[in-house]
């Protein structure tokens, strides 16, 4: 039976901020009454460049129709009436979600049942290592406590194996507790970025605060009882196999500073691609007489408060510092290379509606069918970023990747028709995708029309005590300079040495920054080596990096499973395996956006190859992740 509910008059008026899609197929669900699904009310499917149309393109009269509906079953819902009804069977469920979201493949509804999350529906490991292997010694070490780490942890004690964190920092949270610069948050929506297994109906917005991120990671690994797994300011600095025992041997420098050497059975890398701050070549930096710092290691103790502070970079987290810096800065300036496409998201930068508040906390589950809409249009953005050979643009790559940028540059052009000098410096040359879309509710454009705003886009020559000169001879006088330069991506594991059989260094075996990883997880030479957010499982336009995690999750499960089952101590991916999946990857990067375009991207390496992103369609990471073949694998 449902609790805190309105009267009347107030239900009706939360109903005007509800997503219809979403809520009809709740209620169905919820009553078990498909006949909810009224063909007056199904939404329409075609997709714009904008996104799919709001409230599924139902007219006025339709919705108001729907509210009237859902109204009425809301009601029927708070008595209780079904309450006791049993699980609806697969068949109603996809029957529900295709109203919602138009015609999908099988694969895609394996895919949407696990994010729905309800316990029914979903796949947990289905053995237990107490049962298979009880007397085997099984330990795995996960390094890093971020999303990533707290999703396989998750994963390892459902299935009984033993485990260890390694978190370098003081509490949970990964990237998220490294970036605390200001105006850090998610600019995905919180109904992607968590975990399909802990859905949280009581978000505060849509697309959430560092903090609000933050205390839903560190409250999830205590919900599952992972805290007592973790080992806080403890950092790996190297890993050796050892290839008599089957083990890792593990150098750790402790808290105190002090080394410590751990023995485990299997290593898995969270650590992310998102960890070593990028710091741009500038020559004389070393002269500034002010401070410096990265938003990456942002320094709480200095005041902006009035000051002279240059900004260099309009990524992703200099995108959301330099709004909050404006605020209080006396001059700020900021310092550009290439302007990022932006997106529009009503609602970036507000609060959820009290009435969307209220159905998500209340109507049962609706958060989560609000989640599977929310992913199904992710995936299908992936549209926007496919490259066609006939396609003849100077700029855009397919027809629809030109809808996209025409969307865009008339909502650049609108926000910016009062200032044609800003909004030449801010036309990108490029493809929309081809690096990371910005998103914005019109608070950026309003920040670089500030009278303590200046943007510069002249290329920086070097440093002055004082300041930076640009190209024209400009000398900037600065008192801060922030670094929003993003970070070495394309270096995974640089930072941690790892050797593994036959002395084979990771290092080498990657050239530097040519990671290569089957399925971004396992890697050859390496035994019972596991990567989380490793090589080419980044995303950009095609739903959500937590799905592709905790599909990672369960392959590198599934894996210890075969492992134990084989009585062997090893196992490593086949060389001809990967090779074999690399060539998909490569030929597909070239289908995509941001594998074709010849922009700089933090998605490439040094030699333009792309080693971060996905870039294929979603449901085939799925489905080359549900299950482990035995084939793939030596057993040593």
């Not at 949970?172 to 490294?178: A, L, M």
């Not at 802990?198 to 933050?214: D, I």
């Not at 019972?528 to 905790?550: K, R």
Request: with cysteine; net charge neutral; hydrophobic share 35%.
């Amino acid at each position: 039976m449902m609790s805190n509910f309105p009267d009347d008059t107030k239900l009706r008026e939360i109903l005007k901020e509800a997503h219809l899609p979403s809520l009809l197929g709740t209620l169905a669900h919820a009553t078990h009454d498909l006949t909810l699904l009224r063909e007056e009310f199904r939404p329409n499917y075609i997709e714009t460049a904008a996104g799919f149309q709001p409230q599924g393109g139902l007219s006025a009269s339709a919705q108001e129709k729907a509210r009237d509906m859902a109204f009425d079953s809301i009601k029927e819902l708070r008595k209780g009436v079904y309450d006791a009804k049993p699980p609806l069977g697969r068949a109603q469920v996809r029957q529900i979600m295709a109203y919602m979201v138009g015609p999908f493949s099988d694969d895609h509804f394996t895919l949407l049942l696990n994010e729905l999350g309800l316990p029914e529906y979903t796949e947990a490991p289905q053995w237990h290592k107490s049962n298979l292997a009880p007397d085997t010694d099984f330990t795995v070490a996960i390094i890093g406590a971020g999303l990533a780490g707290v999703g396989a942890a998750y994963r390892l004690k459902q299935a009984g194996i033993p485990f260890v964190i390694l978190e370098r920092h003081q509490e949970v949270g990964g990237v998220w507790s490294e970036n605390n610069y200001p105006g850090c948050h998610l600019d995905t929506s919180n109904f992607n970025y968590s975990y399909s297994f802990n859905q949280n109906p009581h978000w505060k917005e849509e697309y959430a605060s560092r903090a609000a991120v933050l205390e839903y990671l560190q409250g999830s690994a205590e919900k599952f009882g992972l805290l007592e797994h973790i080992r806080y300011s403890t950092e790996v600095v190297a890993g050796d196999y050892n290839e008599s025992d089957g083990s890792w041997n593990l150098t750790l420098r402790k808290p105190d500073g002090s080394s410590e050497q751990l023995r485990v059975q299997a290593l898995i890398s969270a650590v992310g691609q998102l960890n070593r701050p990028n710091y741009p070549v500038i020559e004389n930096i070393d002269v500034f007489a002010g401070h410096a710092w990265h938003t990456a290691r942002w320094n709480h103790e200095v005041d902006l408060t009035g000051k002279r502070v240059g900004v260099i970079g309009t990524g992703a987290s200099g995108f959301q510092a330099i709004q909050k810096i404006a605020q209080v800065a006396g001059e700020l300036t900021v310092f550009q290379r290439s302007p990022p496409w932006v997106r529009s998201t009503p609602g970036y930068n507000s609060l959820l509606k009290e009435g969307s508040r209220w159905l998500f906390a209340n109507v049962p589950n609706y958060h989560r069918w609000f989640r599977v809409y929310r992913m199904w249009a992710g995936m299908c953005r992936r549209a926007y970023t496919e490259v066609d050979p006939a396609w003849k643009h100077p700029v855009s790559m397919s027809q629809k990747n030109e809808e996209l940028r025409q969307l865009m540059m008339t909502q650049l052009e609108r926000s910016l028709a009062d200032r044609p000098d800003l909004l030449k410096k801010m036309t990108p040359d490029y493809p929309p995708f081809a690096k990371r879309c910005a998103s914005d509710d019109g608070k950026w454009f309003e920040t670089l029309k500030k009278p303590n705003v200046k943007l510069v886009s002249e290329k920086i020559i070097k440093a002055h005590e004082g300041g930076i000169e640009t190209a024209d001879g400009e000398l900037h006088e600065l008192d801060i300079i922030v670094f929003g330069t993003g970070f070495k991506a394309a270096d995974f594991l640089s930072t941690l040495p790892l050797t593994g059989r036959g002395g084979v260094k990771l290092k080498d075996q990657w050239h530097g920054d040519d990671a290569r990883a089957y399925y971004g997880i396992t890697v050859p030479n390496f035994p019972n080596l596991f990567c989380l957010y490793g090589p080419n499982t980044n995303i950009n336009g095609n739903a959500s990096l937590v799905l592709l995690s905790e599909a990672g999750a369960m392959y590198i499960v599934e894996c210890i499973r075969l492992l134990l089952e084989s009585k062997k101590r090893g196992m490593e991916v086949r060389q001809e395996v990967l090779d074999r999946f690399n060539e998909r990857i490569d030929a597909a990067s070239g289908s995509v956006v941001y594998g074709a375009a010849t922009v700089n991207s933090w998605y490439k390496n040094a030699s333009g190859r792309l080693t971060q992103n996905w870039p294929l369609p979603t449901v085939e990471y799925w489905n080359g992740t549900r299950e482990v073949n035995k084939d793939d694998y030596l057993f040593l």
